[in-house]
Nanobody, 123 residues
């Protein structure tokens, strides 16, 4: 079993910054990709969308809406992924979820999701 604990969400004014963290623990042989997704609970029918991902080798991928404002990083020693969010906009308001792809034992991989952390950006 793998647990993900997220932290760092909150209320911030437009133009402000927040840093999200997600720490993985449990039955982990290795961690492959780590990422952040978000879902606007106020928009019915809107799907959870990619924000950013980072591979075990450090290759990053960003949604167009995140490029230039958000930075994803990971600390492999701590099994933790971070999302530094700058120049926040009201449209960034959403529940942010971390997602981690874990190798439990060689040949067995699973995806896990965090519980979500609310980010609210006021105008």
């Amino acid at each position: 079993q793998v647990q993900l604990v997220e932290s760092g969400g909150g209320l911030v004014q437009a133009g402000g910054s927040l840093r999200l963290s997600c720490a993985a623990s449990g039955s982990i042989f290795s961690i492959d990709s780590m990422g952040w997704y978000r879902q606007d609970r106020q928009a019915p029918g809107k799907q959870r969308e990619l924000v950013a991902t980072v591979t075990s080798g450090g290759t990053t991928n960003y949604a167009d809406s995140a490029k230039g404002r958000f930075t994803i990083s990971r600390d492999n020693a701590k099994n933790t992924v971070y999302l530094q969010m700058n120049s926040l906009k009201p449209e960034d308001t959403a529940v942010y979820y971390c997602s981690v792809r874990v190798t439990i034992v060689p040949g067995l991989r699973n995806n896990y999701w965090g519980q979500g952390t609310q980010v609210t950006v006021s105008s």
